[in-house]
């Protein structure tokens, strides 16, 4: 392993959560010190190399610092890092790179057409428009060598259909027309890499994998996989949602994710939500479940 003194690289990620746990392995392996801000570091599952604070609460060290990841919702009075300590992390001498994690809910509804990162940002919900406002203002900060990820749907280990499944607790709701975009987090992590690789201040690019689709069709393929009974088709008028999951039907559109593969160099390890689902399931280890050797679909 390079030593931390002789690779210099500090990444600070703020909200070390879902998608920064993939990725942290991989730069402590090449020496980079990592840390990490949670709501309770004492709580937190711990990662091997990971330097875990709790923040609010604790002082974060700058010093040093050349790489920032940026991954704490916003909320409606804006974006509480940029708040807090927005001047300071301005101010860094030693800053080479910010990645801030938001999400294609910017891009709005689209009536099942292609996005890509030139399409006006028209948020339809309130969690869209927080994200495009505290893009707006990130960029708005002079010099910060600012980089945007608008995240598809991300899925992986513990965030796929298999639990409910299992559990009878899966609805294949159907709105007519209606797909989604989405990301495995393994993917997600690979495109931060190849950005950390190669920086490119005020870029945008969106992550998500070639293949959108429909929900059910999603939860249908992870069920064939377990070898249960694909659940009934629910349909959508009908499905009594909450509200916030009412609000991501709202928002239908195919999201393009060219420049990630032109720009960056990437090549998806999971291209679609079958080859994803599969590596999810295997890396679950469902216990009593055995996927068939030639999955359906694929």
Known sequence: MVSRMTHGKTLLCFGFGYTARALAPYLIAQGWRVIGTTRDANEAAPVEGVELLSWPGE????????????????????????????????????????????????????????????????????????????????????????????????????????????????????????????????????VLRASLARPSPGAIYNVCDDEPAPPQDVLGYAAELLGLPVPAEVPFDEAGMSPMARSFYGENKRVRNDRIKDELGVTLLYPNYQSGLRAVLAAEDMAGFVPPADPPGV
């Open 59 to 190: 002082d974060v060290p700058l010093a040093g610092v050349t790489h920032i990841l940026l991954s704490i919702a916003p909320d409606a009075e804006g974006d509480p890092i940029l708040r807090a300590m927005g001047e300071a992390i301005a101010a860094l001498p030693t800053l080479e790179w910010v990645g801030y994690l938001s999400t294609t809910a910017v891009y709005g509804d689209h009536d099942g057409a292609w996005v890509d990162e030139s399409t006006p940002v028209t948020p339809a919900s309130p969690r869209g428009d927080w994200r495009a406002s505290a893009e707006r203002a990130w960029q708005a900060v002079p010099g910060l060598p600012l980089h945007i990820f608008r995240l598809a749907g991300i899925y992986g280990p513990g965030r796929g259909p298999f639990a409910k499944l299992m559990a009878g607790k899966a609805r294949r709701i159907v709105k007519p027309g209606q797909v989604f975009s989405r990301i495995h987090v393994d993917d997600i992590a690979q």
